[in-house]
Structure formats: structure tokens, C-alpha cells
């Protein structure tokens, strides 16, 4: 079995600001191969898509609450007897969660369809291969920071040492403006 997932384009009469398939086929080179195994696709849909039965079908998100799959913006479905995992992602939730101008620039358009991407695919490892006891989605969450920084460490490598630069000088900030507050306070 291939460890790579297919990706697949299931837009009909919908034209997003960007081109999802290839984005997400750079965010998969990212990720180790083991934890992509027994994932067969990730499918590039919309929410006039799903059927009527499927828009009001529910799904569990932190702490078991319930939520509407229309609502979503991505959606892990674990492999069954007869249908091996996947994950469907809902482009037109991310365009109408994000604007497209925040879509299309490298660095932000790349990150927020890690984030999400990066969260299902934490539901598959906690599901496949690494199961641990709490709330799955905190689980996900885990996995998402970890492959998320992952993917911005090795595709953005060149960006290392000025985000080190901009971060020291934000660490410098907040430590002189809480100083400044504190002495203001006195």
C-alpha cells in the first residue's frame, strides 16, 4: 500500500482563490510517511456537496460537543470494514473563513491549511497509531503544533533567523512594557 494519500478534487461549480490540491500536496511531503499510511485520499469538496442527511449530520468536537458537518472545515471519517480513512476537506468553510487575500500570500495561505490539514491528520494518528487516553480533540491538537512547526521548519528554513530576531525582540518588548506598567502601578 502506497503511504501517500491521493489527493483528490471533488469542486464542482466552485473555483477557489487558490490552488488547494497542489498546497496540500507540498504540506503532505512534510509529513512522515508512517503516520500518512492507511489514509487512501484527501478530498478537496464543498459544503453544497454533502447531501441533505450530510449537512445535518453531527460530529464530535472538543469535549464532545456536538457540531453540524457543515460547520466544519475539515473532516477525518477512520476506515471501516469497507472504506479505508480518509479526510474531506470543505474549501469553500476555509475561503469563507479566511479572506482570500490571506489565502493567497505564501507563508499565511500555507499555514492555515497546515492547521487544519495537520489536525485531521493528528485524528488519524491518534486513532491508527498512537492512541492516548483524553479529549481527542486536545490529542489532535498536539499533533497538529507538532507537524505544523514541522512543515514551517523545513519549508521555510531560510525565514529561521529573522523570525529568531523578531521573536527575541517581542520577548524584549513584553518584558520592558511590563516593567514600564509595573513601575506606573507603584
Not at 505564501?106 to 479529549?135: F, N, Q, R, S, W
Not at 491538537?141 to 512543515?151: C, G, I, M, S
Request: net charge positive; hydrophobic share 40%; glycine share 4%.
Amino acid at each position: 500500500m502506497d503511504s501517500k494519500p491521493e489527493v483528490v478534487s471533488s469542486l464542482i461549480n466552485y473555483i477557489p482563490p487558490v490552488n488547494f490540491a497542489t498546497r496540500i500536496r507540498v504540506l503532505l511531503r512534510h509529513v512522515p510517511r508512517e503516520y500518512l499510511s492507511g489514509i487512501d485520499s484527501i478530498t478537496l469538496t464543498h459544503t453544497g456537496r454533502l447531501s441533505r442527511s450530510g449537512r445535518r449530520k453531527k460530529i464530535h468536537g472538543r469535549e464532545g460537543k456536538l457540531y453540524r458537518l457543515a460547520d466544519a472545515l475539515a473532516y477525518y471519517q477512520r476506515a471501516s470494514m469497507q472504506n479505508p480513512a480518509r479526510i474531506s476537506v470543505f474549501v469553500d468553510s476555509i475561503c469563507d473563513a479566511w479572506t482570500p487575500f490571506v489565502l493567497r500570500l505564501p507563508i499565511a495561505g500555507y499555514c492555515v491549511l497546515a492547521e487544519i490539514l495537520h489536525h485531521e491528520i493528528g485524528h488519524h494518528i491518534h486513532a491508527t497509531m498512537k492512541p492516548e487516553l483524553g479529549d481527542p480533540e486536545t490529542i489532535a491538537e498536539k499533533w497538529k503544533r507538532k507537524l505544523t512547526n514541522k512543515f514551517i521548519y523545513g519549508h521555510y528554513w531560510y525565514l529561521m533567523p529573522f523570525l529568531f530576531i523578531a521573536a527575541s525582540f517581542v520577548q524584549v518588548w513584553k518584558f520592558f512594557f511590563k516593567r514600564s506598567r509595573n513601575l506606573q502601578n507603584s
